[in-house]
């Protein structure tokens, strides 16, 4: 069986403003994501795909995020299979935290990976 090659992006290709699926638990989100992202757990990710499918309605690319890019890229290879435009993002959010990308919290704190 030949699958195809999963597409992947190293956190600089990530464009400010691109749409980022954070699919990393609540506690890690908690600790630091991306400003902006969409955060559906992968736990709880069938069950809201309805989300995921309205924000890339107008064919705008998902950048799927995780702590270093193995949830996200089950994810990624998902939404590949359901016909939506979605990248892994390579090495997660540490490496996104690794190349002094910014990143949040909800309540203001200084924001980490878990």
């Known amino acids: 069986m030949n699958f195809a090659p999963l597409p992947s992006v190293d956190v600089a290709a990530v464009p400010s403003g691109g749409l980022v699926l954070d699919v990393r638990e609540d506690d890690e989100w908690a600790a630091g ?10 736990s709880d990710f069938v069950a809201r795909f309805g989300e995921v499918t309205e924000v890339v309605a107008d064919g705008r690319r998902a950048y799927v995020m ?6 996200s890229a089950q994810v990624t290879q998902y939404l590949v299979q359901q016909g939506i435009d979605a990248v892994n993002i390579d090495g997660g959010m540490l490496a996104w935290e690794g190349a002094g ?4 919290t909800d309540n203001g704190g200084p924001a980490s990976v878990l």
């Open 33 to 42: 994501h991306v400003e902006g992202a969409l955060h559906v757990p992968m």
């Open 66 to 71: 995780c702590r270093v890019g193995g949830r």
């Open 101 to 104: 990308r910014p990143m949040v």
